[in-house]
């Protein structure tokens, strides 16, 4: 089976902002999530998100962390949580499992279909911004529940481990 380059989407339409990901969602698109993370927290009028995982085939745990971080953004801000789309059996049992039940209304499919949805620019990241996104996203997931604590502590280690060593030369 081919992996498809990931892809965001995005539309907003009456409040309410659509986040559509597509084919193979890594830690290369984190900073462009990340970005939209932040737009999204300053949005004016914004009432709802709706996050479409339907047409993504894999979403890495950095990709996650930032999905997190959006709803993490957005909590106070709107009257219900926001939610995700989510057809793909697999893709449903993770996002259990790392407790996005907690931030995120999981459906199967969506209220309504979305109007026009655009391709977000990617924006690029050096290594040294990737790494800290990845550090970042990771510590968010840890912060979701226990599972993921475990899961990611390792990690985490590893990446402040070699942080700290960059700062130090």
């Known amino acids: 089976m081919m992996m498809h380059e990931g892809r965001l989407k995005a539309a907003f339409d009456s409040g309410v902002f659509v986040l559509?990901?597509?084919?193979?969602?890594r830690l290369t698109l984190c900073a462009t999530l990340d970005t939209q993370a932040q737009r999204l927290a300053e949005t004016p009028g914004l009432e709802a998100v709706m996050v479409?995982?339907?047409?993504?085939?894999?979403?890495?745990?950095?990709?996650?962390?930032?999905?997190?971080?959006?709803?993490?953004?957005?909590q106070g801000r709107l009257k219900q949580p926001?939610?995700?789309?989510?057809?793909?059996?697999?893709v449903r049992r993770m996002l259990d499992v790392m407790g996005f039940a907690h931030y995120f209304t999981l459906v199967d499919s969506p209220i309504t279909e979305p109007h026009e949805?655009?391709?977000l620019p990617e924006v690029p990241?050096?290594?040294e911004g990737?790494?800290?996104?990845?550090?970042?996203a990771h510590r968010i997931l840890m912060h979701m529940?226990?599972?993921?604590?475990e899961q990611f502590q390792p990690l985490v280690e590893m990446l402040e481990a070699q942080e700290a060593e960059t700062h130090r030369h």
């Open 20 to 25: 559509k990901l597509c084919g193979d969602v």
């Open 145 to 149: 529940n226990e599972h993921n604590r």
């Open 130 to 136: 990737l790494r800290h996104r990845i550090l970042e």
């Open 52 to 74: 479409d995982l339907r047409e993504a085939t894999n979403v890495d745990s950095t990709a996650l962390g930032f999905l997190a971080k959006v709803a993490m953004a957005l």
């Open 125 to 127: 990241a050096d290594e």
């Open 117 to 119: 949805l655009r391709d």
């Open 82 to 90: 926001p939610t995700i789309v989510v057809d793909n059996p697999d």
